[in-house]
């Protein structure tokens, strides 16, 4: 069965450190793989996606995220937190052309200290 | 214009009730989901349309009943529901063929009384 994981469920970072998040995938294939941020009460907001190519994926706000196929992983990177950052982080996995159907991992609380 | 709308943003209903939440797109796209997240959980899959038509219905009560009227569109009709329905109740939208990232909309949250 596919599956997604994030082993943190929260994390704290103060502002202007770095940040990564992990997440572990099991798929049958490299499945398409998103991450996703979501402030309370809102819906979610795409930062980044893998398909293929590049293993290393440039998102929104800074993020970036690598892919790693040997450790069935796909980690969000920020070098630099900003006290804007503290939010709920989903990672999320897709089947080949079902990019809407996903499997979303646990979430990862960050919270930013001053 | 990327954006997903939901409305309400808000809504309270009791058990006996009959309400519609409704999600509109203008992106094009011709996959369009409802997705149920409760608190401090992630968001789960409740139905997919594909082009206009049901493709997947992941086993959802029948108090919940889903229509798109067209390719923009999408309403969750909401009937009898129990309190332990309270949730954000997520609209996305993606590419035809499932080709691409899906985009959400803010969400409704749900108060059933």
């Known amino acids: 069965a596919q599956s997604v994981t994030q082993p943190d469920i929260h994390i704290t970072v103060s502002e202007g450190a770095s940040l990564e998040l992990r997440c572990n995938y099991s798929y049958g294939a490299t499945p398409y793989l998103f991450w996703y941020v979501q402030s309370p009460g809102q819906g979610l907001q795409l930062l980044l996606k893998y398909f293929s190519g590049d293993t290393l994926v440039q998102g929104i706000k800074g993020f970036e995220a690598e892919f790693k196929r040997s450790q069935s992983s796909f980690n969000l990177r920020k070098p630099s937190v900003h006290w804007s950052d503290a939010a709920e982080y989903f990672c999320?996995?897709?089947?080949?052309?079902?990019?809407?159907?996903?499997?979303f991992g646990q979430g990862t609380e960050l919270s930013v200290k001053p | 214009d990327t954006e997903v709308t939901q409305t309400p943003k808000h809504l309270v209903m009791g058990m006996t009730n009959k309400k519609s939440l409704k999600c509109e797109q203008h992106m094009g796209h011709r996959a369009m989901y409802w997705y149920k997240q409760k608190a401090k959980k992630p968001p789960e899959l409740m139905f997919v349309y594909s082009y206009e038509k049901l493709s997947i219905n992941e086993s959802v009560p029948s108090r919940f009943s889903p229509e798109c009227p067209n390719s923009s569109l999408l309403n969750l009709h909401l009937h009898a529901l129990q309190p332990e329905d309270s949730a954000l109740y997520l609209c996305?939208?993606?590419?035809?063929?499932?080709?691409?990232?899906?985009?959400f909309g803010q969400g409704t949250r749900l108060t059933v009384v």
């Open positions: 996305a939208s993606s590419p035809p063929g499932g080709l691409g990232e899906a985009f």
């Open positions: 999320a996995g897709a089947r080949y052309n079902q990019g809407g159907k996903l499997i």
